[in-house]
Structures are given as structure tokens and as C-alpha cells.
């Protein structure tokens, strides 16, 4: 049986509640509330050293571009930036190539997941091929394995058809996952409408786009009983309505990207193609609502939306360049500076958006340290400042906006299973 003891760290479990000096320990992959004198002999010992200990990190939406997209991305070296950043578990998207609409793609990612160095939980289509046309065979999906459905990176435009989807997904008890998007209004649109799309000359994606799909899911969750979590919320608006429909009972969910929290349109003003996002970069008082319905518990989580492109992919003219960014290795650090140091959120808040509150979303078995939990855990230092440098990362893509910038707050360990997996230069063979 292997074993761990992490000692001399700062333990925050926000599910147990604990927040304090102590050691973790871990037997056969799993947590345990103490070690034996003879156990402690044998076991691996890692020395905190006073930095933080807490569940390994939770992203309910990364987009690994496998099958089909590997130049970009694949699940074994997106795992590898997932374990970079101190995340242990991570649910993908079906927007691959084929998408994920078939059982025998489900059975395929299965397959790559046992080379991968964290947990990957896949997604299922919608609908067939991600066309918005007919439903996809979300009861063969869900028993090949999915944790959802969604046709992330584009939205069911049939009001109707996304009604029947949500129907099954209850029958199926799978949770519908939603990029809030109507089309019609977003026609050649490259970034938010504004003040700062008409001085630079690009076609605006106005808020309510999102809005009015928000507002369709929550009526529609109403309607069924479906559960239906909006991905990447942006807007002001579609927060408060959130805000409204979980006073009403209403079962919705909702989740932030760190890029949301840090940034707004006014840093596009350079024609970055690195600051291009789908939801775009919104003004200052959306990002100001983003963190209010944090704080309040409006939103559920913190999600990273990791989106890899190759450089020659996004080193186009901005109109032609694919919206997304890569994310896992420096949400933390993003989410530190914005939360804790700029906004006064306790610690323990934010490393529960990352963990328990992300993992409950989907009831993934992950986001805590009592005893029998899995043996996930991420050590990271909160003041160690550093140089991210996005092309000597793991993921296959560096499109970040935070590539050469200085970050406060680095992982120095990841382990999943009671494995060491990153030890905060190299990722386990």
C-alpha cells in the first residue's frame, strides 16, 4: 500500500471546514485521518514547509481537442497542464473532431484517459454532430460514461429542441451544460459592443446575446426540472438573472472564467488576437458583477474554459483569428491577484469555488480532503511571484494574454491518488 504525509502545511478543506496547521495523510490512494507509528516509517513524507494544503483543483470545463484536433491539444498533455496547475480533476468538452456525440468516441476518450496524470471526465453532444438538429443518444451516452451534455462552443438555437434535450437529461439525470450564445445577434461578431468595438472598428457581440439564452434556460430548467449549468457568464444582466432564478428555486448553476474576473475589452485595444474569447471580454462594470455574484454565491464556481490554438492559428488578422486562450497553469495565480489581494475574498472562499463548489456542480467525487476522499491534493505558495512563460508550458498551445507577464502564486505540488504527479518543475513518467 503506498503512502503520504504531508506535514507542516496550512490546511484548507473548505467541505470539513477546516483551516488550519496540519498534516494530510494518504494510504492506497485514498485520504485517511492518521498513519500508524509503523506507517510513518514507511511513508513518503513531503514537507509544506507552511505553504497551503488543499483538495486538488476542479475544472468543469477544459476543451482537450482530442480526437481530431492534436496539433493543438491532446488529453495527455492537457492533463499535464491540468496537473501543472494544481487541478486533479477536469471535464471536457465534445466539441472535438468527430464530436463527441457516439459512444464509440466516448469509449475513445476512456481509452486515452488512462495515460493522462489527472482525472478527465468526458461530455457528450446535445445534439448529433453538434448541429443543433436532432438530439444526440444522451442515454447511450450517459451509459458509456459522460457526466453531462453539452454542445459547448455553440448553443441549441431551437427553443423547442433544447426543451426535449432537457426533458431526457432529466430522465437521464445528466446535467445540460450551455455556452449562452444566440447566433442571430453575433453574425461576424469578433468582441463585445461598445464603446470600445466602435473606436476600434470591430463588430460588436452585444450582452444580450447571452442574456436572452440565459433567461430561455432558465424558463426552460423551470419547465422540466432539468438541471442546467450556464457556462462562461459575462454579462451583468445574465447575472442577475441567475441571481433571480436561484431565489425562485430554479435549478441553474452558473460559472466564472478567470479571464473574465481579470480582464476587459479595453485591453483589446492592441488587436491581440490573445484577448479574443467567446463570450468576449466585457466592460468593467460586467467584470464588477462577475465578482459580486462570486461573492454572494450567485455563481457557483471558477472554470477555466482552456482553450488551445497553434500560434499560426491565432497569429491572424483579429477578425479571422479563433476565439480562446489556454488557462489551467495560471488560473490560480489570476484568481489570487483578483479575488484575494484586489477584493478581499478569504482564502478559504476561493479555494472552495476551485474544489467543493466546483465539483458539486456535476457531483463529480472529488474538492475534499476527509477521510476516504480520493487522495487528490494540490500544495501551492500564495506569494511566490514569477514570470509565466506560456511557450515553456505543457499544454501544446501558448495563446495566453499572461504569457510574459509576472504572477503572484505557484503550485508546487499536485498529486492524484496519493501520486505525485507534479512536483513543481516536471510532471510524473
Known amino acids: ?10 490546511i484548507i478543506d473548505p467541505a470539513s471546514r477546516r483551516d488550519g496547521p496540519g498534516d494530510v495523510y494518504i494510504a492506497g ?40 484536433q492534436t496539433h493543438k491539444e491532446t488529453i495527455v498533455t492537457g492533463a499535464q497542464a491540468a496537473a501543472a496547475g494544481g487541478f486533479t480533476s477536469v471535464v471536457c468538452m465534445p466539441n472535438t473532431s468527430p464530436p463527441a456525440d457516439t459512444v464509440g468516441t466516448i469509449e475513445y476518450i476512456h ?45 441549441v438555437q431551437n427553443n423547442e429542441l433544447m426543451h426535449r434535450a432537457a426533458e431526457y437529461a432529466r430522465m437521464f439525470d445528466l446535467p445540460v451544460l450551455d455556452h449562452c450564445q444566440d447566433e442571430s445577434m453575433t453574425q461576424a461578431a469578433v468582441m463585445n459592443e461598445g464603446v470600445v468595438s466602435t473606436r476600434l ?23 422540466s426540472g432539468a438541471h442546467i449549468h450556464l457556462q462562461h457568464l459575462s454579462s451583468a444582466r445574465s447575472i442577475e438573472l441567475v ?18 474576473l481579470a480582464l476587459t475589452d479595453e485591453a483589446l485595444g492592441t488587436y491581440d488576437p490573445n484577448y479574443k474569447m467567446n463570450p468576449p471580454l466585457r466592460t468593467e462594470a460586467d467584470r464588477r458583477a462577475i465578482i459580486a455574484g462570486l461573492r454572494d454565491g450567485t455563481l457557483d464556481c471558477i472554470a477555466t474554459d482552456h482553450a488551445p490554438h497553434t500560434d499560426y492559428e491565432k497569429d491572424r488578422e483579429f477578425d479571422q483569428a479563433p476565439s480562446g486562450i489556454i488557462g489551467l497553469e495560471t488560473a490560480l495565480p489570476v484568481v489570487l491577484a483578483v479575488l484575494v489581494r484586489e477584493n478581499k475574498f478569504k482564502l478559504p472562499h476561493v ?3 476551485l474544489t467543493r463548489r466546483a465539483a458539486n456542480v456535476l457531483r463529480l467525487p472529488a474538492g475534499t480532503l476527509v477521510p476516504d476522499a480520493a487522495g487528490d491534493v494540490c500544495i501551492f505558495d500564495p ?15 501558448s495563446n495566453s ?29
Not at 494574454?401 to 510532471?427: A, K, M, N, S
Open 1 to 10: 500500500m503506498s503512502l503520504l504525509w504531508i506535514t507542516h502545511g496550512r
Open 351 to 353: 479555494i472552495d469555488l
Open 201 to 223: 472598428g470591430l463588430r460588436g457581440w452585444p450582452h444580450a446575446a447571452e442574456d436572452l439564452i440565459v433567461s430561455r434556460n432558465i424558463i426552460i430548467s423551470a419547465y
Open 243 to 260: 441571481r433571480r432564478a436561484k431565489k425562485d428555486g430554479i435549478r441553474v448553476t452558473a460559472e466564472a472564467t478567470p479571464h473574465h
Open 383 to 397: 506569494t511566490v511571484t514569477w514570470t509565466y512563460d506560456a511557450k515553456a508550458g505543457f499544454s501544446k498551445s
Open 111 to 155: 481509452h486515452a484517459v488512462t495515460n493522462a496524470v489527472v482525472r478527465v471526465y468526458p461530455t457528450g453532444c446535445i445534439t448529433v454532430g453538434m448541429k443543433g438538429e436532432q438530439l444526440a443518444p444522451h442515454g447511450s451516452l450517459k451509459r458509456a460514461g459522460v457526466v453531462a451534455i453539452t454542445d459547448d462552443g455553440r448553443c
Open 401 to 429: 494574454p499572461w504569457h510574459g507577464r509576472e504572477l503572484t502564486g505557484r503550485v508546487c505540488t499536485t498529486i492524484v491518488g496519493g501520486r505525485v504527479v507534479f512536483d513543481g518543475q516536471r510532471i510524473a513518467s
Open 29 to 68: 490512494g485514498r485520504i485517511v485521518p492518521s498513519l500508524s507509528a509503523a506507517q510513518k516509517k514507511r511513508a513518503k513524507k513531503i514537507d509544506a514547509g507552511g505553504r497551503i494544503v488543499c483538495p486538488g483543483l476542479v475544472d468543469l470545463h477544459v476543451h482537450f481537442r482530442d480526437p481530431g
